[in-house]
Structures are given as C-alpha cells and as structure tokens.
C-alpha cells in the first residue's frame, strides 16, 4: 500500500524559507513520479513542482527560480525547498506520486498523472 506523509510545513515572514518533505512507504521514490502541490483557500489546486524517475525536473511559473524539488533516494524522501517566500505562497502543500515506476511522467505538474496523495502540510506566509 503506498503512503505519502508530508511534514515541514508552517508559518514564516515574507522572504523566509522552509523545507518540506514527503516521506514515502510501499514504493520508491527513485523509480517514480513525484510531485508538489497546493491549494489555497477558494482557489484551484495548483502544480508547484514535480520530478521524474530520470531526473527531469518541472516548475510551475510562480516559484520558479524560489523553489526546488529533490529526493533522497537512501530515505525514500522527496523534499520541496522554498526561498523567498512570499503570502501568496499561503496553501496547503501535498505530495503527489505515481505508484506505477518507471512509467513515462508526461506533464508532471497536472495532478491526474498522480494516484497516491499525502494529507497535506499547511505553510503560512506573512507580510
């Protein structure tokens, strides 16, 4: 059975950082695609970033150049690092992943590639 179980979220001021991740069980990280995401209260769930199996890294516009997805293939973690945060970064943030590995990633930013979900870690931003 595969789970995703997020953490690292929480509150900071506008230009912090925060590091979450995504500890996976029942399959690996390194063979599969694996994705963040958010939704913010009222708003559509957004792709933030997402890694594929063979490396490929995907951002989505607004946190390019701020955020960056990596994985510890030794922990079976996937990490979300965020710089320069900003309030509207306000969201709750989950973890996505493909349980099918070494499949074709395809758009990794669109959240019908993924059938695993954590339960989310909520960030806060601050002005």
């Known amino acids: 059975q595969v789970q995703l179980v997020e953490s690292g979220g929480g509150s900071v001021q506008a230009g912090g950082s925060l590091r979450l991740s995504c500890t996976a069980s029942g399959y690996s990280v390194s063979s599969a695609c694996m994705g963040w995401f958010r939704q913010a209260p009222g708003k559509e769930r957004e792709g933030v970033a997402g890694?594929?199996?063979?490396?490929?890294?995907t951002y989505g516009d607004s946190v390019k150049g701020r955020f960056t997805i990596s994985r510890d293939n030794a922990k079976n973690t996937l990490y979300l690092q965020m710089n320069s945060l900003k309030p509207e970064d306000t969201a709750m943030y989950y973890c996505?992943?493909?349980?099918?590995?070494?499949?074709?990633?395809?758009?990794?930013?669109?959240?019908?590639?993924?059938?695993?979900w954590g339960q989310g870690t909520q960030v806060t931003v601050s002005s």
């Open positions: 996505a992943g493909k349980s099918r590995p070494w499949t074709s990633c395809g758009m990794l930013l669109s959240s019908g590639l993924y059938d695993a």
């Open positions: 890694i594929e199996w063979a490396g490929r890294r």
